[in-house]
Every structure is written in structure tokens, then in C-alpha cells.
């Protein structure tokens, strides 16, 4: 992701810096795409040890920035690691469980915890309206509006095209509209 | 809630949202949302669901960026780091391929100068010597070749006049391997005169050659 500063370094140059043995530009790195992790990690459900997906998620990606080739965003192929992560945790609690997750029902019961603390109709609407998409216009429709990806880094994020990504959208929109409407 | 028809401008609601749109693009889309009530209310519902979304827990990035692994030297650094070890070790290869060269060859000369049989080329070499440096033991540097004395180096080397000096230096009791030095005057003189005996130059002139190609006149 560009450096929303002209003045500021891009992805790519603190890359270069940090290979180059600099520790600062690493820094720089984690605290320009740290909290948009987070943040996803919550919208997506997310509710326990967030640091630590969110670090896992670092070490991954920079234990591997060979494989990074720059033709998308740092932040995009972050977003990709990350979903991975999770993806790869709540398989591992419905094996050890024996509970299914991440079912549309399951998104709504992690919206639920949130109920109490929105303070407004509202606003509980808007969530509501959210929460009742299928995973996928969720998560698509999430990375769209929240953190402002492009049909093309979403569909690398969740591994579908341009056109499916677009499709899910105008979909999850749709939804959400006519949830707010009824 | 309706919807905008124009699909495009739609498309890039979230974009303008972000501020990932350029100047042109981001005029345009504002002018488009002014004017179009479906696209203000979607843009206000974006709002609000970006406003409304959770917020992660705050970062350590100290602690996350402590636990990030050594950084991995890029394949052009790593390149220009082993570029100087290899260089070194270019020249340090060139340098023992030479030294086995000349070990070689000084091995080779000593053990061909060690085992260099007495042969008759010893003996012309000996006689050649005598012929240009009357006295082997001086100290002297050999004189540079007359033309009057070069025929007869040429007559040395011959084989027939290698035969005959054979003949010459057996008829004298000389011993083929002892040096020049051990020559005594009058041996060396006999030898002299022998040697100047000897006919370097084949008596006979070669015989004129006519070549006639088509009729031509010969070429001589």
C-alpha cells in the first residue's frame, strides 16, 4: 500500500531497508499495518489473543518476503496471511471442539456479544444488517467497505476473481440495504 | 433504499470513501454524489458500517516487531557479498595452476637434464663449441657467429659429419664423454683440422627445374 504521506517510505523501500539489516524500517512496517490486521481480525470474528494472530501474521510474512513478488499491495498479501490464520485456528477449535465455525449463525452469535455495548439502534441495524450476510459476501463486503481493498486485492485475499469479488459486493449491498429497509 | 443505475460510479463509492482515487476521479465521483440521492445514502451507509466496526486491540509493535525472524540478505546481496570470497578465490586458483605449471616444467627440465643420455648431439654440441670457442674453459662469452664459421656448425650438425667426426674422434683414442677440457693441445688442433676437413655443403648444385603449364614458357 502506498504511504498515504508523500513523504513517507513506501512498503517496497522499507522492505529493501529492513532486508538491508535496518530494524527501524520493520518498525515503521508494523505500525502502518497493525491495527488494519486487528481491526480485520474483530470484523471477521475474531475475539481472542487478536495480538497474537496479528504477530504470527508478521512473522509469517516477513519469514517469507522472498515469496513476496510486489504485485500486490504489502497490505493485501498481509490480509491473505492473516485470513489463512485464521482460517487454520478455527479449524483447529472445530477439531478440538467438535463445534462448527464460522457458519453465518456463528456471525451473528459473535455479533451478539457486541449488542450490549452499541448504545444505539442504529447502530445494532447496521451490524445487524452485516452480520446477516453469508461468510463470503461478509468477508468480501468487509475488505470493501472497512478497509477499502479493490475487487483485485480481495480477490487475492480470498482466493476468488475480480469479477466473483464485484459480484459478492453489489450482492452483500444489496443484502444489507434490504435488511435496513424491512 | 434504491439504487444508483450508473454501476460504475457504484463500483468506486468505497474507493472515494478511502480516498484511493485520484484528483479527476475524485471530483467527478463528489459532482456524481451531490447530484444523486441513492449514492449519498450508500456512501452514508458505508460510513456508518466502517464507524461501527469493532476495534482491534491496540498493537505492541515493540514486542511484535522483537519476534519478527533476521532479515534475509536479497539474492543481488547475497551476490555482492560472496562476489569478493569468490573473486578471491578465482585469483587464489589461478595463482596455485600456475605455480603446478612451473613446478611441472622445472620438474620436467631437471629430471631431462638428470637423464640426458651422451649422444652423438652431446658430441657435435661439444665439437660446436670447440669450433667457436677454441678455449672451452675460458671465461670468455662466445664470439658471435662468423659467416666463415657458420658453414662449418652446419657441417657439424649433419649426420654424415657427425659419422665422420665419430670416426675422427675414435681414430684420436678422444673419449666421447670426457669434456674439452680434457683435451690436450695436440688433440684439439687434431680435431680442429678434422673438423675443417669436414664438406659441409653438398658438392652438387641443384639441377634447373623447367615447369610448362599450357604452352607457357618454363619458369625456372
Not at chain 1, 517496497?12 to 505500525?31: H, N, T
Not at chain 1, 472497512?146 to 485475499?157: D, F, M, N, P, R
Not at chain 1, 453489489?170 to 435496513?180: N, Q
Not at chain 2, 681414430?171 to 684439439?188: E, M, N, P, W
Amino acid at each position: 500500500m502506498a504511504p498515504s504521506n508523500p513523504g513517507e517510505e513506501s512498503d517496497r523501500e522499507l522492505i529493501a531497508r529492513w532486508r538491508a539489516g535496518d530494524s527501524r524500517a520493520a518498525s515503521s512496517l508494523v505500525s502502518r499495518h497493525a491495527d488494519a490486521l486487528a481491526r480485520f481480525a474483530v470484523s471477521s470474528g475474531e475475539r481472542e489473543e487478536i495480538e497474537e494472530l496479528v504477530q504470527d501474521t508478521f512473522v509469517r510474512a516477513f519469514g517469507s518476503l522472498d515469496a513476496f513478488r510486489g504485485e500486490s499491495s504489502l497490505r493485501t498479501w498481509l490480509f491473505t496471511i492473516e485470513r489463512r490464520l485464521m482460517l487454520d485456528r478455527r479449524r483447529s477449535e472445530r477439531r478440538q471442539r467438535a463445534m462448527v465455525s464460522i457458519e453465518p449463525s456463528d456471525a451473528s452469535t459473535e455479533y451478539d456479544a457486541l449488542d450490549g455495548m452499541l448504545a444505539e439502534e442504529a447502530e445494532n441495524r447496521v451490524i445487524k444488517a452485516v452480520k446477516s450476510l453469508s461468510p463470503t459476501q461478509h468477508e468480501v463486503f468487509l475488505l470493501r467497505v472497512e478497509q477499502g481493498l479493490s475487487y483485485k486485492e480481495i480477490a487475492e485475499v480470498v482466493g476468488t476473481t475480480e469479477g466473483a469479488a464485484r459480484v459478492h459486493y453489489h450482492h452483500a449491498m444489496r443484502a444489507v440495504k434490504e435488511f435496513l429497509n424491512d | 433504499m434504491t439504487e444508483c443505475m450508473n454501476a460504475e460510479v457504484r463500483d468506486a463509492l468505497p474507493d472515494l470513501l478511502h480516498g484511493r482515487l485520484g484528483d479527476l476521479d475524485r471530483a467527478t465521483m463528489k459532482a456524481h454524489v451531490e447530484s444523486c440521492a441513492d449514492c449519498r445514502a450508500e456512501l452514508a451507509l458505508m460510513e456508518r458500517v466502517r464507524a461501527y466496526a469493532p476495534l482491534g486491540p491496540s498493537i505492541d509493535v515493540s514486542r511484535i516487531v522483537s519476534m519478527l525472524p533476521a532479515p534475509v540478505p536479497s539474492a543481488e546481496q547475497q551476490v555482492a557479498q560472496i562476489a569478493p570470497g569468490r573473486q578471491h578465490s578465482g585469483m587464489s586458483k589461478i595463482w596455485k595452476l600456475a605455480a603446478a605449471v612451473a613446478l611441472i616444467v622445472a620438474g620436467t627440465l631437471t629430471f631431462s637434464k638428470s637423464r640426458e643420455p651422451v649422444s652423438s648431439g652431446s658430441t657435435v654440441a661439444k665439437i660446436a663449441t670447440v669450433v667457436h670457442a677454441p678455449s672451452a674453459a675460458s671465461e670468455v662469452p662466445a664470439p658471435a657467429v662468423t659467416p666463415e664459421a657458420q658453414p662449418k656448425e652446419v657441417a657439424i650438425t649433419n649426420p654424415v659429419a657427425v659419422a665422420t667426426s665419430k670416426r675422427v674422434v675414435s681414430t684420436s683414442g678422444l673419449s666421447l664423454t670426457g669434456g674439452v677440457q680434457d683435451l690436450t693441445d695436440t688433440q684439439l688442433e687434431a680435431l680442429l683440422r678434422e673438423v675443417d676437413n669436414v664438406e659441409g655443403l653438398p658438392t652438387a648444385e641443384p639441377e634447373t627445374i623447367s615447369v610448362v603449364v599450357d604452352g607457357d614458357e618454363g619458369l625456372q
